[in-house]
């Protein structure tokens, strides 16, 4: 299994406020993604990463914020939760392999409900 | 209107019984990938395929990618509960970006 990590695993926090989730890898691939999971929707990308620094929106990204100032971590901000973003967040890592057959691997997931 | 649409969304079936699930879209894809997903934790790549007519098997499962490169689909044969699961089908659009399909619910009963 590929090392990824997400902390927290599970979190309850009130509208308004704002909530960091990390994602962290021991593989050293080089993009990370952060997903969101609703039923009936599948996964939805909200932003990835394919370098230190080096972000770009997917395609529900606004409310999201997101920072990768090392290979290994690459963390999601909602600066002010709202109600719609309750949902199961997921990331998820790839080493960018070319050919259309880039396989990503995904952490355990972290359900966050905001009241 | 997603990308991917998947049938059913969901399927309730004896242990022994052979299905098919769907992934069906009006664009041609260069790829495409299935994902299985067991309730808690992640998805894990099932397969990629990606040429036209392509047929991967792996153990009961089968997939297929369609002549025109824009479906494909999964069949099991002699379900198990193991086979229990949340099956995504996922396509890469521009550049490493993952688009996923709302996904089939599988749920096989003893």
């Known amino acids: 299994d590929a090392g990824i990590t997400q902390s927290p695993r599970h979190k309850v926090t009130e509208t308004g406020t704002p909530v960091t989730l990390r994602c962290h890898q021991t593989e050293n691939h080089r993009y990370m993604y952060w997903y969101r999971q609703d039923p009936g929707h599948g996964l939805r990308l909200i932003h990835y990463?394919?370098?230190?620094?080096?972000?770009d929106k997917g395609e529900v990204s606004d409310g999201y914020s997101v920072s990768r100032s090392k290979t290994e971590d690459f963390l999601l901000t909602l600066e002010s939760a709202t109600s719609s973003q309750t949902s199961v967040y997921f990331c998820?890592?790839?080493?960018?392999?070319?050919?259309?057959?880039?396989?990503?691997?995904f952490g355990p997931g972290t359900r966050l409900t905001v009241l | 209107t997603q990308l991917l649409e998947q049938s059913p969304q969901f399927l309730s079936i004896q242990e022994g019984e052979n299905l098919t699930v769907y992934c069906n879209s009006s664009?041609?894809?260069?790829?495409l990938q299935w994902y299985r997903q067991e309730p808690g934790e992640g998805p894990v790549l099932l397969v990629t395929v990606v040429t036209g007519g392509e047929v991967k098997k792996l153990k009961r499962l089968t997939f297929q990618f369609g002549d025109a490169r824009k479906d494909s689909s999964l069949h099991i044969t002699a379900a198990q509960p193991g086979d229990t699961g949340l099956y995504l089908c996922a396509t890469l659009r521009g550049g490493f970006k993952t688009i996923f399909g709302a996904g089939t619910r599988l749920f096989v009963k003893a």
């Open positions: 664009s041609v894809f260069s790829s």
């Open positions: 990463s394919y370098g230190v620094k080096d972000t």
């Open positions: 998820a890592i790839s080493f960018g392999t070319s050919g259309n057959t880039d396989t990503q691997y």
